[in-house]
């Protein structure tokens, strides 16, 4: 996550750093957890569905220690349902939907940050993920 995270801000002209003393905003993953369970069988009893989740919390905060956007939380699930037969398919396709659900919270933490930096007089020119 904060391997896509960093490229997502790069993308966005943002330069993030490793060292929290230079940078000026500050991006604290605090929770990053991925889940799959079952949710469908078939006659043998073999997972032939799952529901795969990702949740993140953050919060963001300026070097100072002012808090710009409180602990925040993203939550994506999708359903991956294949037939008994078909692992290999599955598991390129759960491989599939979770980066895609990583992407998104990824797009959308960028996206809150833009907003915030609109609203503070110095935009953030280096942003810190420490996990």
Known sequence: MVTHLRRGLRQSGVNPVKDSAAATVIIDLATVEYSRWVNAIDSKGIATGYTLQYNVIYHVVES?????????????????????????????????????MRDEIVGRIIRRLSSVALNIQSPAVGLVVPV
């Open 64 to 100: 100072s220690g002012q808090v710009l956007v409180a602990n925040s939380q993203l939550s994506f699930s999708r359903d991956l349902t294949y037939q008994s037969t078909q692992l290999l398919q599955k598991k390129e396709q759960e491989k599939a939907l979770k980066a895609s």
